[in-house]
């Protein structure tokens, strides 16, 4: 519909007036009965062709709205136009457009609905970046899940995506670590094979020895220059502190199913460190200040007051995160040739990406018109009491603790329910699985719901609920349509089975009890029925405007209100026994379809049977 009006506009606009984008939006369901898309360009052109004077071609907003129609191109898609008051332009789309979408979906999938505005474009997105020798905390929960969601509709979009988990790996930290690690080595507490068992516990220990020995401080602090010096012994201790890292963030990983992830931690850029300084310094951009380097705000210096400048080269000659982070945007952009860089931290980075983002421009190592680069700023967790969440003992929540609380409850729930409502139907085993799948479903979806910006109130009892915009809710109405095809004799529950092990999650159906005459055929007989149709259609709509504005809730948003319509559909519309059986089949599996791919984008599994 908006390629239409842009080429309607290009047409109408009047020489000495910019381009005009076509401003076509959904309507409200409040005013479905005026139509589905609204164009609302015609007064804002009017007053721009105001300023010609005697050469303006049109004489009201209406007008331009009469031209704007007159210059449609012919088209299969919109019904009926009209006009509304001054020059809204009201559009109404062919129910057999909407028809043939549901119905394809059912014979074709899901991938032909992705817009292809990202097409062939590499896009790289730096997500997760715990720090090597902690446990990844809740927050690590908001970084990783809001990039691996954009990491998959990017893909599923068509872009060629390079996932960077920009690990923590290097700093004067390790001085301290490398040293402890000696020390109980020494003292019979630690072996090759199981030197850093708990990560917490570890880094506890170094840290304190560090901050009440000084003895301890002086060797750390010694340790870090030979670190820096690439003597093969720190190197290998560093390694193997690095290794028992990673594989605890394996085990959260394989957890949350975030699996394409490619690990280049702050270590990868040191060799292109010095001569990052270097140049900055070379073509003026840096500046020497108290013998550090550094790379104040343009037109701002160290005389001035209330400034604070990004230190790329410290006092005593080590490098910081600023100069890492300026070398890694040069070769994401130049060795990498990304066409978007997307950084996924929290908001309280905001100043410091803008900094480097500004450095970086100015170094002319990134050209906006060309490459696009973003952070994806999300805000903070919160417990009940409105205060940053944490254990009752005042710690940071660990990842996996919240997780395997999460599965606790739901085991609880579903095995109730088991009994209560299905007589036991349900296995140990399927209970154990659908526990898994809700819980870890359920804290993503509470996190991906809320725009990124905004902080949230993390609450097991009101993500697990029923009812309402929750997974738990998604996931019930996904199974409740599987279970229709069931009780229509057109899937069966080992089908259920193959579907929930498949790649795509498609159940396999007897398409004879479904296609007419050897085709899917969709009927729009009901309100309710165009009003599912529609939203189907709005799918490719959507996942553009998530990723213009980087924001996964858009999916959250589309997905529930999907649940939603098809609850009307179904209430509403009888499937089983009808006359439009065929048809309304179709319709509920287009909708299941449709339902997956959008949780499978939020990182979710499906689940067939509850």
């Not at 070769?331 to 983002?357: A, N, P």
């Not at 139907?425 to 359920?442: L, N, Q």
């Amino acid at each position: 519909v908006k390629e239409l009006f842009e080429e309607a506009l290009a047409a109408v606009v009047p020489a000495g007036i910019p381009t005009q984008l076509a401003m076509v939006a959904p309507t409200d369901q409040k005013n479905a009965q005026l139509g589905d898309y609204q164009c609302n360009n015609a007064m804002a052109l009017f007053g721009m062709c105001k300023k010609l004077g005697a050469d303006n071609p049109f004489k009201s907003p209406r007008a331009v709205a009469e031209a704007i129609l007159a210059a449609l191109p012919e088209n299969e898609l919109i019904k009926k136009t009209d006009i509304a008051g001054p020059g809204f332009i009201n559009v109404t789309l062919n129910d057999s457009l909407l028809a043939t979408t549901a119905a394809r979906i059912v014979t074709d999938g899901v991938a032909w609905l992705a817009p292809t505005s990202r097409k062939g474009k590499k896009v790289i997105i730096d997500y997760s970046s715990p720090n090597v020798a902690k446990e990844m905390h809740v927050g690590h929960l908001r970084s990783t899940i809001i990039g691996e969601s954009l990491a998959r509709t990017y893909t599923f979009c068509g872009a060629s995506v390079l996932a960077l988990n920009h690990v923590g790996d290097w700093g004067t930290q390790f001085g301290m670590l490398i040293e402890h690690l000696n020390d109980q080595k020494a003292a019979g507490k630690a072996t090759d094979d199981e030197s850093v068992s708990d990560l917490t516990a570890f880094y506890k220990q170094a840290k304190a020895r560090f901050d009440e020995e000084d003895e301890f401080k002086e060797r750390a602090r010694k340790r870090v220059t030979t670190l820096q010096g690439g003597d093969k012994e720190s190197l290998r201790m560093w390694q193997e502190i690095c290794d028992v890292s990673r594989k605890e963030f394996s085990k959260v990983y394989d957890r949350l199913e975030v699996n394409r992830l490619e690990e280049r931690g702050e270590s990868f850029y040191n060799p292109f460190l010095p001569e990052t300084v270097k140049e900055l310094l070379s073509i003026g951009v840096a500046i020497e200040s108290d013998g550090a380097v550094c790379v104040f705000p343009e037109g701002k210096g160290p005389d001035d007051e209330n400034v604070a400048p990004l230190i790329v080269r410290k006092s005593d000659g080590g490098f910081g995160y600023a100069t890492t982070d300026l070398a890694s945007i040069r070769h994401r952009i130049d060795v990498e040739k990304g066409d978007e860089l997307v950084y996924v931290t929290d908001v309280g980075q905001s100043l410091h990406f803008q900094g480097f983002f500004d450095a970086a421009k100015r170094a002319k190592w990134w050209d906006p018109e060309k490459t696009r680069v973003e952070h994806v700023g999300f805000g903070l967790v919160l417990g009940e009491d409105g205060k940053r969440f944490r254990t009752r003992s005042g710690d940071t929540v660990k990842l996996a603790s919240l997780l395997d609380e999460a599965v606790s409850r739901c085991h609880d729930n579903i095995s109730q329910r088991n009994e209560e409502a299905y007589g036991g139907k349900m296995s140990k085993d399927e209970v154990s699985e659908a526990a898994r799948i809700m819980g870890y479903g359920a804290c993503k979806y509470a996190d991906l719901k809320n725009n990124r910006t905004s902080n949230y109130v993390f609450s097991y009892d009101r993500m697990l609920e029923l009812k309402g915009n929750t997974a738990v809710y998604l996931l019930y109405a996904h199974a409740r349509v599987a279970q229709i095809l069931v009780k229509a004799g057109v899937a069966d529950e080992a089908g259920m089975e193959v579907a929930r092990n498949s790649a795509d999650g498609n159940i396999p159906l007897n398409m004879d009890k479904i296609l007419e005459d050897g085709k899917a055929v969709v009927h729009i007989t009901a309100p309710q029925e165009r009003a599912l149709a529609l939203h189907i259609a709005r799918l490719p709509e959507m996942l553009d405007d998530t990723l213009d504005g980087l924001n996964p809730h858009r999916i959250c948003e589309y997905l529930y209100e999907l649940a939603n319509f098809y609850s009307s559909f179904y209430t509403e519309c009888r499937v089983v026994g009808s006359d439009e059986q065929k048809s309304r089949l179709l319709l509920c599996e287009s909708t299941a379809r449709v339902m997956r791919k959008c949780l499978d984008l939020l990182g979710i599994e499906a689940l067939y049977r509850l």
